[in-house]
């Protein structure tokens, strides 16, 4: 089997360590500069550290693995990782992941194949509703939901202001993650839209979610994507969309296995636990695998 180091133990390391193959590959742990994350010399690990081991970039190549897998999203630190593991003396392969994050989007992918099965584009029976997204900033996502589906009409929430006071509050008070009000706040509704192929299908909803659902209670959607990042919009999203989802209609969910924003995997099993309680089935949920931790819910 092929021994495998993951160097940065922060979360692209955690997600990419998730992935491995463990019929191919021998994961020996981690490597890191940050003396914070080491597992201690007495064999106990820091508080936050799950309990996989993490080793300085030397005490790790001292292993001898077959291969470095450099889990820096920027290309800058890759190249410095890189450089560092040569002058520690590794000659073995090493697998930089910020050129597959830069250039692959399995999210992109699996929309595109829900989008046409919902549709009808492939030749299955059209799943009636709306399209919708809470957490649209830019609109990289927005734009392809409005492509896929260009007879739906699509509505887009966000506050365009970035993360709300109210719900940064709730992050913090209960250490969900370490976002801050106002972060996502470089964008406009007047720059989502002109990005749109079909701009007469979209609906802007300006301003803090849920409060901008007010007049679409009888609304039903066939195809959701929630990517708000935090704990308080994602169960307010879970509440207001997975009641009003058609039957064969998918929620799609960013930052899902995310550990930089744990509020998202809480929201759905807290908003999970409630469907159980009142006597309705567990939620059909998929990971799709990516190193952005989403999955897909199916009703
Ligand atoms: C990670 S960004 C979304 C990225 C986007 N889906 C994309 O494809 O690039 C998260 C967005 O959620 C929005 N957001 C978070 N909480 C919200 C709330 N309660 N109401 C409205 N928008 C919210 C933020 O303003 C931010 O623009």
Redesign the pocket.
Known sequence: MKKIVIAGAGNMGLAAARLLDPNRVEFLGFADNDPGKWTKEDGSYPDTADKTPVFSIQTAVNLAPDEFIISAIDKERSRAIAEQLKVCRFYGNIMSLHELYEDFDIRSRCLKELADRISGAAGLPEVPGAAA??????????WQINLFLPEKPFYL????????EE?IKIEKAFALSKAEAGE??D?SVGAVLERMPHPEKCHLRK???PE?AAGLAHTEFAFV?L????Y??ML?GMDFFYPRLNEGGVIII?DYDNTRFKGVRQAVKEYEQKLIAMGEKPLKLVPLGDLHGSCVIIK
């Open positions: 997204e809470l957490g649209v900033y830019k609109g990289d996502t927005a929430f966000d506050t365009f202001d970035g993360f709300a719900d996502f706040s964008t301003g803090h979610f901008t994507s990517d708000p990042d935090l308080e919009p307010a960013h």
